[in-house]
């Protein structure tokens, strides 16, 4: 067994995306620091910028927008795999101390959980103007108008959202990054720009209609198997897997996102609270359907519950996925006779 782990530690893998869902949770993304995404993000407006300058058709414009999409995520997965290359061949050390860092960047728990806490900290001393402001710096929707049920039920709406394509996603495709000959940094960054395209470009509204239209597809095809094992995994955690995946059934398909809806709603049947409703996006205002039953109210409870619940669920597929890894090094061991 000495030889089993000895062998698993030299791959490193394991260790590495260990190490890297550590870091997320001790430091996380600190202001100011410089980040995998700002890179990514201004190569896909440079690239957004230059498909609208040409005006061309809206056939044109596609297939741009597929050659900007298939170019950042191939891009940035190739340019992970090749600063993990480069710095192993500094050291192992160095090369290990690369990748744990580029797999941190692609998780979002501690950010995340920071984005919430940042409202939630006024709103405890009912200070509804600063959580209006913070809250406007984390979500799309007006703010000026919201009330404070508004603003929680806003916040619980992102970190449920998040949960899967900022948190669980990446970590799904970092394991499974890592029982690819690639390794986890090169998935999990290309898993990355397409959500980060996706959030850039991705929107049937004007000018992004058509340059958009590829990324915002790909991203939803991309996450929807690591979305539908976070409604699972919420509904098992929950302790009431049949009622929460019955709410699940019932209103997450009305969602026009084929998976926010059921992320969300995962997470409202899970803790009892109700989302959806009216918002209001730059005047305009939008019904989203309504999400699990109203047990409860929205409080700053259950979004520090929902938030443990992420936690909870990125610790279960941790351990699940160093499980597989080890449990493979083993049968490799076991084929060349080494045990």
């Known amino acids: 067994m000495s030889v089993l782990w000895f062998n698993l530690l030299a791959d490193g893998r394991a260790v590495a995306v260990v190490l890297a869902a550590v870091l997320d949770r001790v430091v ?4 100011g620091w410089p980040h995998p995404v700002q890179a990514i993000g201004q190569v896909i407006s440079w690239g957004t910028k230059g498909v609208l300058r040409l005006k061309v058709s809206p056939v044109g414009e596609r297939s741009l927008g597929v050659g900007l ?18 710095s192993g ?5 160095v090369g290990m101390g690369c990748t744990v860092v580029l797999l941190a960047s692609c998780f979002a728990g501690r950010s995340l959980r920071r984005a919430a806490e940042d409202v939630l900290v006024p709103l405890t001393t009912g200070d509804i103007p600063t959580a209006r402001e913070r809250l406007a710096l984390y979500v799309g929707r007006d703010t000026e108008n919201l009330d404070e049920p508004e603003i929680l039920r806003a916040v619980f709406e992102t970190v449920s959202e998040n949960a899967t394509d900022g948190v669980l996603a990446p970590l799904f495709y970092a394991l499974v990054g890592a029982f ?6 090169p998935v999990a960054l290309a898993y990355k720009a397409a959500s980060t395209l996706d959030s850039m470009v991705g929107y049937r509204e004007a000018p992004y209609t058509y340059v958009g239209w590829f990324s915002a597809r790909l991203e939803d095809g991309l996450t929807w198997l690591p979305c539908r094992l976070t409604v699972l995994t919420i509904a098992l955690l929950s302790g009431r897997p049949r009622p929460v995946l019955r709410l699940c059934r019932r209103d997450a398909p009305a969602d026009p996102s084929p998976n926010a809806g059921w992320s969300e709603c995962a997470y409202a049947a899970a803790l009892g609270v109700q989302l959806g409703g009216r918002n209001v996006y730059r005047g305009q205002v939008k019904e989203k359907p309504l999400l699990g ?13 929902a938030l443990a619940l992420t936690r909870r669920a990125a610790l279960l ?15 490799q061991l076991r084929s060349t006779s080494v045990i």
């Open 180 to 185: 690819l000959p690639w390794g986890s940094v």
């Open 317 to 331: 597929w941790l351990a699940l996925g160093v499980t597989l890894l080890v449990l493979r090094a083993w049968l």
């Open 69 to 86: 999409g298939l170019g950042v995520i191939l891009g940035s997965g190739l340019v992970g795999w090749g600063l993990v290359r480069l």
């Open 28 to 31: 996380g993304d600190p202001w």
């Open 293 to 305: 039953d109203a047990t409860v109210p929205i409080t700053g409870d259950r979004i520090l519950a």
């Open 89 to 93: 061949m500094i050291h192992p050390v």
